[in-house]
Structure formats: structure tokens, C-alpha cells
């Protein structure tokens, strides 16, 4: 009976960290220095990311009637999760890329806003640029007319400050096309 007393709190623990979590990554992080563990966890909690190693039964059970019981067929040998609630490609995003430097940190597979997918499916989705990112480079994209509009009316004033003719300003480069839909 003790048994499962001492189990509940951690299913309840994992429970609770998956409830809203937009996506969870299991990986086997077997084999990584403490350096190199010391410096992943970092980057997963600079990004908002839970990473921690439960044992596999324990997240079965928590997994149990969410999206994420289809990654049963993932939970064999060590498994650490990493959940975010916030952004959906944060945790394949850091850890493909932190993989690329530690070949020891196999991405095992994970579920990304209610989809599953084997390691091999989740690298597109590690591809992706974070939130920040994208509003950065659409806010790039909506302020280089501004910029280049502005440009061309100042121009124009100095040239008529100089007394010589304003000839009509040339676009000097075209307004970008719309960032393709992720």
C-alpha cells in the first residue's frame, strides 16, 4: 500500500506539468557529460521548457487519457521529457540542435500541439524559428516599406533644399513578399 502512496505525488507532479503543455519530447540523454546535462537543462529552462527523467511507468500512468499516451511506444530504457506550455517547437527546437554537438542525446519522439511523431518527424518541427523569431521577422518585413518610403521623402526634401528640381524618387527596392505561413 505504501508503494502507491509514494508513486501518486510523482504521476500527480507529471500530471500537472503536461496539463496545457502545448508539446512533450522524450529523449535518451544517456552517455551526456554532466557538463554537457548542466548545459542542456540550462537552455530548456532559458526557453521555459520542464526538462526532468521520470521513471517510464510513472509517465504512462500521467500520460493515461491525454494526448500524450501516444507516446507509450517511447517509454522503454531512460527517458527524460522535456514539456513546454508556452512554445510548441521550443523543446525539438534545443534539443536537435543541442544533439548536433552531443551525439549521445538521442531524441526518442514526442507530440507537438496533439500530433505524434517518431524522432525523424519531429526535425522539421525543430526547424522552426521560436515566436520571438517570427514576430522579429515580420516586424522586419512590415517596417522596411516605412523605411524605405522615408528615405526616399527625405530625398526628395534634400534635393529641393539644394534648389535643384525633385525628380520623382524610385522605388528603390521592392516592398518584401509575406513570410510564408508556418
Same mark, same amino acid.
Given at each position: 500500500?505504501?508503494?502507491?502512496?509514494?508513486?501518486?505525488?510523482?504521476?500527480?507532479?507529471?500530471?500537472?506539468?503536461?496539463?496545457?503543455?502545448?508539446?512533450?519530447?522524450?529523449?535518451?540523454?544517456?552517455?551526456?557529460?554532466? #557538463?554537457?546535462?548542466? &548545459? +542542456?537543462?540550462?537552455?530548456?529552462?532559458?526557453?521555459?521548457?520542464?526538462?526532468?527523467?521520470?521513471?517510464?511507468?510513472?509517465?504512462?500512468?500521467?500520460?493515461?487519457?491525454?494526448?500524450?499516451?501516444?507516446?507509450?511506444?517511447?517509454?522503454?530504457?531512460?527517458?527524460?521529457?522535456?514539456?513546454?506550455?508556452?512554445?510548441?517547437?521550443?523543446? #525539438?527546437?534545443?534539443?536537435?540542435?543541442?544533439?548536433?554537438?552531443?551525439?549521445?542525446? &538521442?531524441?526518442?519522439?514526442?507530440?507537438?500541439?496533439?500530433?505524434?511523431?517518431?524522432?525523424?518527424?519531429?526535425?522539421?518541427?525543430?526547424?522552426?524559428?521560436?515566436?520571438?523569431?517570427?514576430?522579429?521577422?515580420?516586424?522586419?518585413? +512590415?517596417?522596411?516599406?516605412?523605411?524605405?518610403?522615408?528615405?526616399?521623402?527625405?530625398?526628395?526634401?534634400?534635393?529641393?533644399? &539644394?534648389?535643384?528640381?525633385? #525628380?520623382?524618387?524610385?522605388?528603390?527596392? &521592392?516592398?518584401?513578399?509575406?513570410?510564408?505561413?508556418?
Amino acid at each position: 500500500m505504501a508503494k502507491i502512496e509514494e508513486k501518486k505525488p510523482i504521476i500527480d507532479e507529471i500530471s500537472e506539468k503536461i496539463k496545457d503543455a502545448q508539446s512533450v519530447v522524450l529523449v535518451d540523454a544517456r552517455g551526456l557529460t554532466v #557538463a554537457q546535462d548542466t &548545459e +542542456l537543462r540550462k537552455q530548456l529552462r532559458e526557453a521555459g521548457v520542464s526538462y526532468k527523467v521520470y521513471k517510464n511507468t510513472f509517465m504512462k500512468r500521467a500520460f493515461e487519457g491525454t494526448d500524450f499516451a501516444q507516446l507509450d511506444s517511447y517509454l522503454e530504457g531512460p527517458s527524460a521529457v522535456a514539456i513546454s506550455k508556452d512554445d510548441a517547437t521550443a523543446p #525539438a527546437r534545443i534539443l536537435y540542435k543541442f544533439a548536433k554537438t552531443a551525439d549521445k542525446l &538521442e531524441v526518442k519522439g514526442g507530440v507537438v500541439e496533439g500530433k505524434a511523431y517518431d524522432a525523424k518527424g519531429l526535425e522539421p518541427i525543430a526547424s522552426i524559428p521560436s515566436r520571438e523569431e517570427l514576430l522579429s521577422k515580420l516586424l522586419g518585413s +512590415l517596417q522596411a516599406p516605412i523605411t524605405n518610403f522615408a528615405r526616399d521623402i527625405r530625398q526628395v526634401a534634400e534635393k529641393k533644399a &539644394e534648389g535643384g528640381e525633385a #525628380a520623382p524618387a524610385a522605388a528603390e527596392a &521592392e516592398a518584401p513578399a509575406a513570410p510564408a505561413e508556418a
